[in-house]
């Protein structure tokens, strides 16, 4: 998963005419660290989508204008607009996580 650095980075990533999936995350989240733990083995399986990771302390109005409110959030983009947004309460375990890749129509 490569991490976005700067807020160009952030609007090319989520421009592209493929899905990508951004994980927010912080350094102090406990639950953050725990997705740590098994989305390496869903972004194998899920390849059709490029991942990336962004520091919400880091980049606070991005986080504010997808309304990630909570940590983990995985947003998933494509052509600029946000597709889809699994929030952190609903993203504590794989089987989560994977459901919601299931659902969405990409």
């Known amino acids: 998963m490569q991490s976005i650095k700067n807020k160009e980075t952030f609007e090319e990533v989520i421009s592209s005419s493929e899905p990508v999936v951004v ?16 989305i390496d083995d869903i972004t194998a399986e899920y390849n059709q989508y490029k991942w990336y990771d962004i520091n919400k302390d880091e980049f606070p109005e991005i986080a504010e204008k997808y309304d990630v409110m909570g ?35 990409v």
């Open 71 to 105: 940590i983990p959030s995985l947003l998933i983009y494509k052509n600029g607009e946000k597709i889809a947004h699994l929030h952190s309460a609903n993203a504590k375990s794989p089987e989560q996580v994977t459901e919601f890749l299931d659902q969405v129509n």
């Open 23 to 38: 994980k927010f995350h912080a350094d102090w989240c406990p639950d953050c660290r725990r997705m740590d733990m098994f």
